[in-house]
């Protein structure tokens, strides 16, 4: 081959490259690091409400602008398990080294850039923020952040999120839908085993019991903001005040959680022959009409909606996820 043949097909296949990792995460732009142009591949797979990618290439910079974040905005973060070579995030005033065997934390809602060296792979999973059941202030604090990922939940998690990918021809609509649930239990368990802890850590210990509390009992109908409190030995407007920055109410994060759980049943291949209604009250929406409202508003489309996705969208996921 040529050299001019040669040059034209590295260009094509950095424009490959370029035009996929646009596509997938919404604008993030790869520029040279050194001489020739970025290069890479990538694959993935969507479960539930998490996405999960496995990523290599050449040297490059990636970026995040604020115009693509004013285009697209995003409520979501962003973890980059990395595995070999090294990355470099920068977003707004802060930066996080992250070496093999190490994973970052950053906001996909906010411009960044992620400096990627030498023959670099990496893992990347992305959900919303109020995803991992755990207080803002904890999720805000661990941004920029490198956390092991050798030992410990950290490795469960690498493997988990590489797996996922490598399978992702296999894994039907309602698995996924449970395996990403249970990404983001790993994610958090990462997180927990770590020894950073936030400045008023003896608060966020209690706003993450409460939490814990409401995910164990969702099923019991007698749930609600005064219950949670009085397990807990808190007034009610104690148990107010030590939510009043978090993103969710008490109140409002059992409604959530609950119409999570109901979307995840009716994506379930094995719950098919459940009633909707049934599947609702199981999970304490007894009235029809006020629980079709709610769905509609939380997710921007109706429970039959998702029940008619999860029957007639295939056996298994094609692989090619919904990114930011």
């Not at 604090?141 to 021809?169: D, I, K």
């Not at 409460?210 to 807990?232: G, W």
């Not at 029940?307 to 090619?320: F, L, M, P």
């Amino acid at each position: 081959m040529s050299d001019s043949a040669k040059r034209s097909a590295e260009l094509e296949r950095s424009a490959r490259w370029r035009e996929q990792l646009g596509a997938v995460f919404s604008e993030l732009a790869p520029a040279p690091v050194g001489a020739g142009d970025p290069q890479g591949q990538l694959k993935g797979i969507t479960l539930g409400r998490v996405t999960a990618h496995e990523l290599s290439g050449t040297p490059q910079l990636v970026r995040r602008t604020p115009a693509a974040v004013r285009r697209e905005p995003s409520d979501r973060v962003k973890i980059c398990l990395h595995f070999s070579g090294r990355a470099i995030v920068h977003q707004e005033r802060g930066e996080a080294v992250v070496e093999p065997c190490q994973m970052v934390i950053y906001d996909t809602g906010r411009p960044y850039e992620l400096r990627l060296e030498g023959a670099w792979t990496c893992a990347v999973m992305a959900f919303p923020r109020d995803a991992l059941g755990l207080p803002g202030r904890v999720v805000t604090g661990a941004l920029l952040r490198a956390f092991p990922t050798g030992v410990g939940p950290g490795a469960v998690l690498s493997g988990f999120v590489a797996e996922a990918v490598l399978q992702a021809q296999t894994i039907r609509r309602g698995a996924a839908e449970r395996l990403g649930e249970a990404g983001l239990h790993l994610v958090a368990g990462t997180l927990s085993e770590c020894s950073w802890r936030p400045s008023d850590a003896a608060a966020d210990a209690i706003r993450m019991r409460v939490l814990a509390y409401i995910r164990a009992h969702l099923v019991d109908p007698q749930l609600s903001h005064a219950t949670v409190a009085a397990a807990h030995h808190l007034a009610p407007r104690s148990l107010d005040r030590l939510f009043e920055h978090e993103p969710l109410t008490v109140t409002g994060y059992i409604r959530s959680c609950r119409l999570e759980a109901v979307r995840r049943d009716l994506s379930d291949p094995l719950l098919a022959d459940e009633r909707i209604a049934a599947i609702a009250a199981r999970w304490c929406f007894v009235d029809p009409a006020n629980f079709t409202r709610a769905f509609r508003a939380h997710f921007g489309t109706t429970p039959s909606a998702v029940r008619r996705g999860a029957t007639t969208s295939g056996d298994a996921s094609n692989g090619v996820p919904i990114e930011v």
